[in-house]
């Protein structure tokens, strides 16, 4: 960890090939359709890891905790950035574009891998809600008011939902 | 507070995936400084999950350990020499998503402000060059026309100074249109002509005044001039002595001594009286 915070160059090559199958993997489970979009924000998020490894605080998490969340955020970032949103708009109306989430994410099961394997296992009311929160980036208010749920109920059902995915890591 | 329930709550899951919100993520960290059992059931969901992430494990193309290895090499080298690295700092996950958007917009913002910059920069650029441009034109013509109203001055002193004597140059029989004035002022002996009309010579050519004096002395020469030098008063060589001036063609430059048979004007002066 010393080395790492050093910018040891070796160390980080180390890190890169504990870590790099793992994130590519959150990556694309968020960029599901375009992989070299998936690598290059592998790319974008090691060079990040090792520019903000400084900041990264033990007492708050593992480091793998930590570098998932910059994936994830990375990737999330990507999905809701203009060009790939300019890239998708044949496919819904701006109208349809919840219900077009929704729809996506319950007609995804096929080639699920990783934390979206687990999502089968949940109900499927909880599923589009872990989906959206987790993979999409949605706020616990914004999927409140684009499933018309009450915003208490998206939050217990969200706990709800991450309590069986800790059962079923066991 | 029951820790038991707090842990039960899913509020572990909720912050280690990054879906807490900001004051549950405040008082988590809070709670964590005080309760160790906290921490450790924190500490093995973050296990658990990371365990279950290798497991599923997708082997990125091999080219991305590449270019991430240079992007980081070059920002070492360049952290070496002298300056320190720029960390952007992101707390990972203080509402991470709406952050990196931001530095983006910030990032987009700063590349248009440059172009901008760069396009007002060019546009000024232009401009001064063409209006350097415009003054150098402006500067040559007041020039010319400075040295043209300067001779104009000169002539008009010269005319009507009650000493200047004033000889008609008249064409002779070689060339009958021939004519010029000649401005003599006897106190200062300064000889001025103004071209009338003399005919165009060949380039080779020049025409030459002279002063006559007497029988006994030798024309003297009072220097060359055009055909084309007309309207403009010229100065011409200084003498004391000359009862009449005469005009020769010779060649370019002038010739010691008159080709009198080529003579194409003569006058007399007041002083051959």
New interface residues.
Partial sequence: MLALKERNNQAFGFLYDNYAGALYSIIKQIITDNSELASDVLQEVFINIWRKIETYDQTKGRLFTWMLNIARNASIDTLRSKSYQNSQKNQELPDNVYKGVANQTTQQNVDNIGLKKVLETLKPEHRILVELAYFKGFTHEEIAEMMSIPLGTVKTRIRNALLQLREYLK | MNVKDYI???????Y????A?EPERAEF?RY?AQYPELVAA??K??????????E??????P???V???E???Q??RA?SSSIP?????????KT??RQ??ML?FVAAASVLLLIGLGYLYYQAREDNKELTAAKDRLSVSLDTTRNILNRIVEEQKVVSDPNTMVVNMVGTTVAPKSSANIYWDSTSTNVYLIVKNMPKLPSDQQYQLWALIDNKQPPKDLGVFDATDDKVILKMKNTQKAQAFAITIEKKGGSPSPTLQKMQSLGKSLQSQ
């Fill in positions: 039960e709550s899913g509020i572990i899951e909720s280690v995936m990054g879906l919100s960290e964590c924190r500490r969901f973050e296990e658990k999950l990371e365990a279950y992430a290798a599923n494990a997708v082997p990125p193309p080219e991305v350990k270019k991430v290895l992007a980081v090499g920002e070492t952290a690295p720029k960390i952007i700092n992101m707390e990972n996950a991470p998503v990196s958007g983006r």
